[in-house]
């Protein structure tokens, strides 16, 4: 009995917390609008926090909640970041890019450093925020400072839209994800150039003539469930958020395997 009751008290206190909001931290702010891929080259104001080691790429598996794997390195180099929902548009916008920097405290350089969407976040806390990669969130300093600038936890800063450039050799690529067999395909879509973020994906299998749309899963992951088995090779259109598109006959090859990354010829 005793413990049953101090069950509910403690269900209670947690509902309390939730209802309460203004004990549990700062007053909760609406996400602002979405911020699309025209990019008018305004700065807007965000809040940045961020998450993981002082000088690492974020989470502990180097991942996150748009699907990509070693963020720690080339391309994203540990700059990535968790964007709140108009950001991180429920995972259609990873991949996307953002030029962010800071004025204060005196710690920040001032000076734009770009960064990746490869995680979310949608704490309620400011209209637009990043929680960024320890790494990320140090660039904002002036030379020597990151450890400094990292100290004040959260921080105003500026951020705006810009057109993602990668080295030339840098193609778009497809990830047939771990699980995949032939009657389902998941297609991660990584390292897309110009607005960086995927909003369709269509596939061609062997001897088909039209394309099919694949569904959006989740994070940069985009799907398809059929009973018919899917042969290879496999062709794969793809439209960009400002409406490009991009394809390439036999991306995927016969005899696809799960977990193995496909490169392609693409990039825009
Ligand atoms: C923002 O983008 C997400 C993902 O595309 C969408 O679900 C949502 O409706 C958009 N919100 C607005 C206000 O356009």
Request: aromatic letters at 8%; proline letters at 7%; hydrophobic letters at 35%.
């Amino acid at each position: 009995m005793a413990a049953a009751s101090t069950h509910l008290v403690a269900v209670a206190v947690v509902l309390a917390a939730l209802v309460g909001g203004a004990w549990c931290g700062p007053p909760k702010v609406p996400p602002g609008k979405n911020i699309s891929a025209d990019c008018d080259g305004k700065w807007l104001e965000a809040k940045a926090t961020w998450y993981g080691k002082p000088t690492g790429a974020g989470p502990d598996d180097n991942g996150g909640a748009c699907g990509y794997k070693e963020v720690n390195k080339a391309p994203f180099n540990s700059m990535g970041a968790c964007g709140n929902s108009p950001i991180f548009k429920d995972g259609l916008g990873c991949g996307s890019c953002y030029e962010i920097k800071c004025d204060k405290p005196a710690e920040c350089s001032g000076e734009p450093v770009i960064v990746y969407i490869t995680d979310m976040n949608y704490e309620p806390i400011a209209a637009y925020h990043f929680d960024l990669a320890g790494t990320a969130f140090g660039a904002m300093a002036k030379k020597g400072e990151e450890e400094n600038l990292r100290k004040a936890g959260i921080i105003d800063m500026q951020f705006r839209r810009v057109k993602c450039k990668y080295p030339a050799d840098t193609k778009i690529a497809f990830h047939v994800e771990k699980g995949c067999n032939p009657n389902y395909l998941a297609l991660l879509v990584k390292y897309a150039a110009g607005d960086g973020d995927i909003v369709g994906v269509d596939i061609k299998e062997k001897g088909a003539k039209e394309y099919q749309s694949l569904k959006h899963s989740w994070g940069a992951i985009w799907r398809m469930d059929t009973p018919k088995p899917i042969k290879g090779p496999i062709s794969i259109r793809i439209t960009s958020e400002g409406g490009k598109t991009l394809e390439q006959e036999d991306v995927i090859p016969e005899g696809w395997k799960p977990d193995t990354l496909y490169r392609s010829k693409l990039q825009f």
